[in-house]
């Protein structure tokens, strides 16, 4: 190409920018932004003429970090360059981790004061694939410490309650030995049934393999609702949609997940109260939401209740919402939690009702 034609090709810069997949930023010595490229507004949630007004020091989480941007501004000046991770706010409030890189360019003509272009990589995602993976370590070698101790306590369980039980046969019913035989039996059963918990949650977790087709969600949840045995003073609740709504889900699986969350509020009121379930629908999600009256759970326990094997209870192995939220995971859902100790529970889950679509998950 001659240089006549070069100079009659003018490209549209602010086109190139929008083209780019990392938001960019320029940004002046005061910390006004001059411009910004299309993932830029998209990553904070801003118009172009808002970002200008917001300036960079608006972008980031309100805090220690809020005082940094002039910091950047300076070592970019000085050395050319910056980088470094900050935690950012979008507009509507949302926070991210990003990874911040600058560079300066000085202006070309005389009075020119030159230009930071600063670029933001958003690490949530990355973060959270990180987190997983080190959960599903962590998980992984759980595992294999219970399977072991599984094992190796099995045997002296069955031996105890075949001796107890032989030895409960051979005395008189009035024999004062009954006592201690049926305290030692009842402890053996409750191991017994601990250990089938335990053993039934690692066979789950290895080897299940999910059958998926169109479901009902209604219908899932009420027959999850015949399972459970309510003890007396409980009181349910139900709404329901007219039609549906309809999933792609494993209708075995998801029954065992609403059977899971139902056996929880039942336990949760052992004096009797008030379990409420709402199936709807909103948008492209279908959710259910359990609530219950019950004792409710401490803060500190609510972010250890999925994991497996954490339980305050003086029953159970502590591995049904471990196995409800694997089933959740699976189904492209999400399952949250709100109690208030003394005041109840409730859990909401949602589902996409297109497989394709996943529910917006929240760190």
Not at 118 to 143: A, G, N, T
Not at 297 to 306: D, R
Request: proline share 4%.
């Amino acid at each position: 190409m001659e240089r006549s034609d070069a100079h009659e090709t003018r490209l549209d810069w602010s086109e190139v920018l929008d083209a780019l997949c990392e938001p960019v930023l320029g940004v002046e010595r005061d910390g006004s932004i001059l411009f910004s490229n299309l993932a830029a507004r998209q990553l904070w949630g801003y118009e172009a003429e808002e970002l200008e007004r917001v300036g960079l020091g608006g972008l980031f989480a309100e805090g220690p970090e809020q005082d940094c941007s002039q910091g950047i501004l300076q070592e970019v000046q000085r050395s050319g360059q910056c980088r470094g991770d900050f935690l950012f706010q979008k507009k509507d409030g949302g926070r991210f981790l990003g990874a911040l890189r600058g560079c300066f360019v000085q202006g070309k003509r005389r009075g020119e004061s030159g230009l930071v272009i600063l670029s933001v990589r958003d690490l949530s995602e990355q973060r959270r694939l990180q987190q997983k993976f080190l959960e599903s370590q962590k998980l992984s070698y759980l595992e294999r410490v219970v399977d072991g101790l599984a094992h190796e306590i099995r045997n002296p369980i069955v031996t105890l309650g075949g001796y107890a039980r032989r030895l409960q046969k051979m005395l008189e019913p009035e024999h004062p030995g009954q006592v201690p035989l049926r305290i030692m039996l009842s402890d053996v059963e409750r191991l017994e049934s601990m250990l089938r918990e335990v053993e039934d949650y690692l066979d789950f977790a290895r080897s299940h393999r999910l059958s998926f087709c169109k479901v009902d969600l209604k219908e899932v949840v009420k027959e999850a609702l015949a399972l459970v045995p309510f003890h007396e003073g409980i009181r349910l609740e139900e709404s329901y949609l007219e039609q549906g709504p309809w999933i792609f889900g494993d209708p075995t699986h998801l029954r065992e997940l609403f059977r899971h969350l139902l056996d929880n509020a039942a336990e949760a009121m052992p004096q009797g109260g008030l379990i409420r379930i709402t199936v709807s629908q909103e948008g492209p999600t279908a959710q259910v939401r359990i609530q219950d009256t019950g004792v409710g759970i401490p803060q500190k326990f609510l972010p250890h209740i999925y994991s497996p094997f954490f339980t305050t209870k003086t029953k159970g192995a502590g591995v049904g919402l471990a196995k409800a939220h694997m089933i959740v995971d699976e189904h492209g859902g999400q399952i949250d939690v709100h109690s208030e100790v003394a005041r109840g529970t409730t859990f909401d889950v949602t589902f996409p009702l297109d497989r394709r679509q996943t529910p917006r998950r929240v760190a």
